[in-house]
C-alpha cells in the first residue's frame, strides 16, 4: 500500500465510476483497475462490489474510507508543515538572552519576530555571556542576546552589533561622587561594586569586572553579587555599594530619589558605551534562524 493507491481507492469511492476516477487521477483505466486489485491483495478484503454495470463499497471498503481520508489528510499536513519548517517559516528556535535585557531593544525585535513568524516555537533561555556561548557551540540555543564581549573566543560564532548604549554610574543618594555631572573609573576605584552577574561566575570572568579593568587598569572590589536589576538598585539605594550598567538597564530608575546615575568617562574624555549584539554559530542550519536574523535587519 501506497499513497498513491490511497489516491486511487479514494477516486474510485467518491465516483463510484473506475474510468471517471481514472480520468480524476491522470492515470489509464487499466492502471487504476490494477491499482485497486493490488490494494486489495495487500489489505486482504474485497473493497468494491464490481460488475459491468456498476461500483459499489464493500462494508470494509465503507470503513476503509474513513481511514484513507484521514491518511491522505494527515500527509498532505506533513508535506505543508515541512515545507514551512524548510522556508524557516515554522519549527522551533531558542533564543538566549543575559539577565537584564528585557529591559533593551530584545523585546521590540522579539514582538517583531513573533508577528512575523507567528508559526514558529519560540523557546527563551536566559545565562551569563560565556555560558550563552556554549550554548551556541552546542546548538543549545540558536540566537544569543548578549553584550559584546571584550574577547572572541569561538571562530564559528558569528557577531552582528544591533546598538550601541552608553555605561552608566549607579551611586547612592549623598555619595561622595554624586554632585558631579559624569565620573571616570579612576574616580570609582576605592569604590565597593555590585556586580550584575549570575552568583556561581569566577571574578575574573565578570563583565563589568573586565571593563573596569581594561578601562581603568584596576580590579574593583566586589562587595556584593546580584542577578536581577531590581534587587542590585536596591542594594545600590542602601549604600552597599556602586555599580557600572548600561543604560537600559538604568533608564527605569531615571527618577529614583535613592539612587544616582551618572554617565561614565573613560580616562580621555571620551563617552564609554558598550555594544548590544547578537551572536549565532555559522554552522547552525535551522531555517528558523535566516528568519530572526532577517527581522533584526529589517528593523
Not at 61 to 66: E, I, Q, S
Amino acid at each position: 500500500m501506497n499513497l498513491n493507491q490511497l489516491e486511487y481507492f479514494v477516486a474510485v469511492a467518491e465516483t463510484l465510476n473506475f474510468t471517471r476516477a481514472a480520468e480524476r487521477c491522470y492515470i489509464s483505466q487499466t492502471a487504476m483497475t490494477q491499482q485497486i486489485r493490488s490494494l486489495e491483495k495487500s489489505i486482504g478484503v474485497p473493497l468494491f462490489e464490481r460488475d459491468s454495470h456498476h461500483v459499489q463499497l464493500t462494508a470494509a471498503g465503507a470503513a476503509y474510507l474513513t481511514e484513507a481520508r484521514a491518511i491522505l489528510t494527515r500527509s498532505n499536513e506533513a508535506v505543508r508543515i515541512a515545507r514551512l519548517a524548510g522556508e524557516g517559516i515554522s519549527g522551533e528556535l531558542t533564543l538566549g538572552f543575559i539577565s537584564g535585557f528585557g529591559h533593551s531593544d530584545f523585546v521590540p525585535i522579539l514582538r517583531r519576530f513573533r508577528k512575523s513568524c507567528p508559526g514558529i516555537q519560540t523557546t527563551l533561555l536566559r545565562g551569563n555571556s560565556s555560558v550563552l556561548a556554549e550554548h551556541l557551540v552546542n546548538q543549545r540555543c540558536d540566537v544569543a542576546f548578549t553584550i559584546a564581549p571584550f574577547q572572541r573566543v569561538d571562530p564559528l560564532l558569528k557577531h552582528r552589533r544591533l546598538r550601541r548604549y552608553p555605561v552608566m554610574a549607579v551611586l547612592p543618594a549623598g555619595h561622595a561622587l554624586s554632585a558631579q555631572q559624569t565620573v571616570t573609573y579612576g574616580d570609582l576605584e576605592n569604590c565597593p561594586f555590585i556586580m550584575m552577574q549570575p552568583t556561581d561566575r569566577p571574578k575574573d570572568q565578570m563583565e563589568e569586572s573586565l571593563l573596569i579593568y581594561n578601562r581603568g587598569g584596576y580590579l574593583p572590589e566586589i562587595a556584593a553579587i546580584e542577578g536581577e536589576p531590581e534587587t542590585l538598585m536596591l542594594m545600590i539605594a542602601a549604600g552597599m555599594g556602586v555599580s557600572v550598567l548600561p543604560e537600559y538597564l538604568t533608564r527605569p530608575y531615571s527618577n529614583s530619589k535613592e539612587i544616582v546615575i551618572l554617565p561614565v568617562l573613560r580616562q580621555d574624555g571620551v563617552e564609554e558605551t558598550v555594544d548590544f549584539e547578537v551572536s549565532w554559530l555559522s554552522t547552525n542550519t535551522n531555517p528558523a534562524l535566516e528568519r530572526i536574523l532577517s527581522v533584526m535587519e529589517t528593523a
